[in-house]
């Protein structure tokens, strides 16, 4: 039985979204930018804890975790591409090494696993040599985001760390994150303060330039609201995916469809065969390969490589 490809539906209307007030672009102010991040903050607070709206909060996480990933990499100089990260994370053979594109973006992966009120975890993620400060710094980001904001505590936060080391990018990001999460009460660490920085927002802010501080406030509000449209766009997609679910005939087809939900690359033959990962469920190579071109006939998924062989699919746009 042959099915017609599935419709993405272009209806957002049931999905909250920011006011238009918010997303206009115009002179800021540390009050406005205060102003526009409380109502952007608020709304992606909603989207993702709130389950009625549908977005799939671990693929969200893990697709800003390549995001964060591409944009530390150009901050540390290295200027991989976001296809060549995801390819050395998704590609290596387990137990062999990822190098260090594949690293960072395990590095990420890992931040949005951590459990916000285990401050070993933070330690070990960010490593010895600024573990003992990282306390310290988080203590003084989060006091600043009570008194001005949470994009305050951000600023801080990557002002104290980058003020003691100038190359330590992706962990001053990271403290950023964390002191955002805390501030909103969220169980997990989106990373968004690192995908619209560069290298001379940075090196202005650790110099203590006038208007850094701004700069540096506007950027991660600007990423604020690209993630929103970005949960929105994955909303709607797993709708879509949920929707065909049903159609899918091959034995662990429910399982392989949980993956897509939370994976934003899937290899189907290491994560679906021999056995869908996290599961006992086995896939032959095969199933797994036609399963996968199954979606994307059916316009759920789509091939993320361009290649004929060492594909990857996904979901996401």
Not at 85 to 114: C, K, M, N, Q, S
Not at 257 to 269: G, S
Not at 276 to 294: E, K, Q, V
Request: glycine share 8%.
């Amino acid at each position: 039985m042959t099915y017609p490809p599935a419709t993405i539906s272009d209806d957002l209307s049931t999905l909250p979204q920011l006011p238009a007030w918010v997303t206009s672009g115009r002179a800021e102010t540390v009050e406005t930018v205060a102003f526009r991040s409380g109502s952007a903050l608020t709304l992606l607070d909603q989207l993702i804890n709130n389950e009625r709206h549908g977005v799939p909060v671990k693929l969200f996480a893990n697709r800003l975790a390549l995001s964060a990933a591409t944009a530390t990499s150009k901050l540390e100089g290295r200027l991989a591409r976001e296809g060549d990260i995801r390819d050395a994370y998704h590609l290596t053979p387990p137990g062999e090494a990822r190098g260090p594109d594949g690293d960072l973006l395990a590095f990420w992966r890992d931040a949005v696993r951590l459990r916000l009120n285990t401050p070993g975890e933070i330690a070990a993620l960010i490593g010895p040599d600024i573990a003992a400060d990282a306390a310290g710094w988080l203590g003084a980001g989060q006091d600043r985001a009570r008194t001005h904001g949470p994009l305050a505590g951000c600023e801080a936060v990557l002002r104290a760390v980058l003020g003691a080391d100038d190359r330590a990018e992706r962990v001053a990001c990271l403290l950023s994150d964390v002191v955002l999460a805390r501030a909103l009460n969220w169980t997990m660490v989106l990373p968004v303060s690192a995908q619209r920085l560069t290298k001379s927002v940075l090196r202005d802010l650790a110099a203590g330039k006038q208007g850094a501080g701004l700069a540096v406030q506007v950027r991660i509000l600007e990423t604020v609201e690209e993630t929103i449209r970005l949960a929105r766009d994955l909303a709607r997609r797993a709708e879509a995916l949920r929707a065909v679910a049903p159609k899918l005939r091959a034995k662990g087809s429910s399982a392989a469809v949980e993956l897509f939900l939370t994976e934003d690359a899937v290899a189907p033959a290491s994560m679906l065969s021999p056995r869908i990962r996290g599961t006992s469920i086995p896939m032959t190579d095969r199933a797994a390969r036609r399963l996968c071109d199954r979606l994307v006939e059916l316009g759920v998924a789509r091939e993320l490589t361009g290649r004929a062989s060492f594909r990857l699919y996904g979901i996401g746009s």
